[in-house]
């Protein structure tokens, strides 16, 4: 173990960005690669600090060398090393470490270590999710993801919005789509019945509960107290869906603001999805460099442009009639119906979003029968004030909507809909007391990110994926 580690230690960010020659540093990092030439050793030293690495020359012939410890420098191994920050004689980096001493904190045999000196899939890297970070992108990932978070509170702490916790736990299906995990702590193999059914009044909790699909309703609670508030945390759903954009625990943010109507609520959307782009952008810089090279051509680009024009705003019936129009000129096929009152599917969304308006676009006024029942009715009883935000290559990665504020329409819809008043008896007292007009939106943090990084697949945008079939790690 190396005796002088302090935690000061300068990070490689930092040493990259001093203008200081010639100062003796030292530096703890792990071995990326490592390139031997005559009596030079090579090393590409990563902290994590940035997606660069710093290069570290060891000189076999200056200056005595452990030959047991040089032998165990190879990639993944953990090491401190001391000696000087020099201008770098070779292209590609500015400043590199003449290495002056080197002690190892722990070694990687390179006969089992699974990251090799060369591109893994990202199939095989989601194997090793707990190794993956130490690779380029899901640094990148990992980096970027942290500085949406900042910029997601940044932005709503500056415009005055209050950061609520919602609960994790919860006793209402508030989407009502019936995907929700049970949270119970009775016994599975042998449950207490009464009258031929589970009783869960014997449950922890004396009643069925469930993980949150949504923080929405609670949030709502406080918005119709404070004005403007945000919840950001985890949520559930234990849809059955394997797609790349389908978790079944994914984080979500979710503003929701009192005397706010459906237009001032697509306003905030907009307005929000830019400033976390033009953040990253601007705070993200080599990340994106590396993303728009090897995972998403001409990402930041688009990301540029993005930030710079509106978004198009377009009602469902009228998005409907685009795709008619498309499938009628023969200018696309799709594989599901183009018809009134069913659900955009993903062709539809991405037909919509890359060849119509070539851009994210607001679609409005969804038919209530595919929409959730807190949603505000339209006076054409056919629709509700709906929002959704879709972008190329994702689809949907913002849904919300205006809340109906009428006691009555809430409840006659909810009948409509069999649902169990009881239940929501305390969501309903926020229309009996005080109700106001209030509407919000839900983020799905994990599609952003694919948005903004052009990754691919859900799974790896997050540390830990939870998809159908798999909680490893
Ligand atoms: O459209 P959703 O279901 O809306 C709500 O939950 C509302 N309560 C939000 C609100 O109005 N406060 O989900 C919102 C977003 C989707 O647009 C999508 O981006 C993301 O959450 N999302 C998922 N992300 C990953 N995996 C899943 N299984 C997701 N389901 C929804
Ligand atoms: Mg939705």
């Given at each position: 173990m190396p005796e002088n580690s302090k935690s000061l230690s300068p990070s490689i960010k930092e040493l990259l960005a001093?203008?200081?020659?010639?100062q003796k540093i030292c530096l703890d990092a792990w071995v990326r690669t490592r390139r031997d030439s005559k009596n030079l050793i090579f090393l590409a030293l990563s902290d994590g600090s940035c997606f660069n690495t710093i290069q570290a020359v060891i000189n076999k012939e200056l200056g005595s060398w452990n030959e047991e410890t040089l032998a165990k420098v190879n990639t993944g191994a953990g090491v401190h090393i001391t000696g000087t920050l020099v201008s770098s004689p070779g292209s590609g980096q500015a400043v590199e470490i003449q290495g002056e001493g080197i002690s190892l904190y722990g070694d990687a045999p390179q006969e089992s270590y699974p990251l090799q000196k060369k591109r893994h899939s990202f199939e095989f890297l989601r194997e090793i999710a707990h190794l993956r970070p130490r690779t380029n992108t899901f640094g990148a990932v990992a980096r970027v993801r942290n500085a949406m978070s900042f910029a997601i509170h940044r932005f709503f702490q500056e415009r005055g919005f209050f950061y609520i916790h919602t609960p994790i736990i919860t006793g209402v299906d508030a989407e009502g789509a019936g995907q929700m995990f049970r949270a119970t702590t009775l016994p599975l193999e042998n449950p207490p019945r009464k009258e031929g059914k589970?009783?869960?009044?014997?449950d922890f909790f004396g009643r069925p509960t469930y993980l949150a699909v949504t923080g929405q309703l609670e949030a709502e609670a406080y918005a119709l107290s404070m004005g403007k508030v945000y919840t950001f945390g985890p949520t559930f759903r234990a849809e059955n869906s394997n797609t790349t954009r389908h978790l079944a625990e994914f984080w979500m943010i979710e503003p929701e603001v009192a005397f706010c109507d459906i237009n001032c609520n697509m306003d905030l959307a907009e307005e929000f999805l830019k400033f976390i782009i033009s953040t990253v952008l601007k705070e993200c810089s080599e990340d994106m460099a590396f993303f728009n090279q090897w995972?998403?051509?001409?990402i930041i680009d688009v990301l540029g442009d993005v930030v710079t024009k509106e978004f198009a705003r377009v009602s469902y019936t009228d998005a409907m009639e685009e795709l008619e129009k498309a499938q009628d000129s023969g200018s696309a096929s799709f594989d599901f119906p183009v018809q009134w009152g069913s659900d955009l599917q993903s062709e539809h969304e991405k037909f919509l979003t890359e060849t119509v308006y070539k851009g994210p676009v607001i679609v409005t006024d969804?038919?209530?029968?595919?929409?959730?029942?807190?949603m505000k009715q339209n006076e054409?009883?056919?629709?509700?004030?709906a929002m959704d935000v879709l972008v190329p290559r994702l689809g949907e990665i913002i849904g919300g909507s205006e809340r109906e504020a009428d006691l009555v329409k809430l409840e006659s819809r909810m009948d409509e809909l069999g649902m169990h008043k009881e239940d929501y008896r305390w969501y309903l007292d926020l229309r009996k007391y005080g109700s106001v007009p209030h509407s919000g939106f839900g983020l799905g943090f994990e599609r952003l990110i694919q948005y903004i990084t052009g990754m691919q697949n859900i799974r790896d945008v997050i540390p830990f994926p939870r998809t159908v079939k798999s909680a490893e790690f």
């Open positions: 001093t203008p200081d020659r010639e589970t009783d869960f009044s014997r995972v998403q051509k001409g969804y038919p209530r029968e595919i929409k959730a029942f807190y054409d009883s056919k629709t509700v004030r």
